[in-house]
């Protein structure tokens, strides 16, 4: 089945493959899984306890993996199957997580490669 739409919050839902075009030209094409590359995922975390945070991440090797600090947030980027595993060492460690989320979407793939 082929489907066109703008609406890539549900695309990504239900296609298994994706062709971006742009101004009528083939961007990308491949697999949705592929596309999004779980091994460098964006995860997001929200705290309010800044300076813990920065003496965890300056003890542990979860520092290598910070991509952008601005106040209470966080961005990182790693593979997705270890945000239990950042979690749980965050809480062990007594920082206060607000939020911890996965921000890679579709939406925001399309927007890198598309935007000149």
Same mark, same amino acid.
């Given at each position: 089945?082929?489907?066109?739409?703008?609406?890539?919050?549900?695309?990504e839902?239900?296609?298994?493959?994706?062709?971006?075009? /742009? *101004?009528? !030209?083939?961007?990308?094409?491949g697999?949705v899984?592929?596309?999004?590359?779980? #091994?460098? =995922?964006v995860?997001? +975390?929200?705290?309010?306890?800044?300076?813990?945070?920065?003496?965890?991440?300056?003890?542990?090797?979860?520092?290598?993996?910070?991509?952008?600090?601005s106040g209470?947030?966080?961005?990182?980027?790693? /593979? *997705?199957? !270890?945000?239990?595993?950042?979690?749980?060492?965050l809480?062990?460690s007594?920082? #206060?997580? =607000?939020?911890?989320? +996965?921000?890679?979407?579709?939406?925001q793939?399309f927007?890198?490669?598309?935007?000149?």
């Open positions: 089945m082929l489907v066109s739409s703008h609406l890539l919050n549900e695309m839902m239900v296609a298994d493959s994706m062709l971006i075009i /742009n *101004k009528g !030209r083939k961007v990308v094409e697999r899984k592929d596309l999004l590359h779980p #091994e460098a =995922s995860i997001e +975390l929200t705290t309010h306890m800044q300076d813990a945070t920065l003496a965890f991440l300056n003890n542990t090797g979860w520092g290598t993996y910070l991509k952008m600090h209470d947030i966080f961005r990182f980027e790693f /593979n *997705k199957q !270890r945000v239990a595993e950042f979690n749980k060492q809480v062990e007594g920082i #206060e997580v =607000s939020s911890l989320a +996965l921000v890679n979407s579709l939406e793939f927007l890198s490669q598309t935007q000149a």
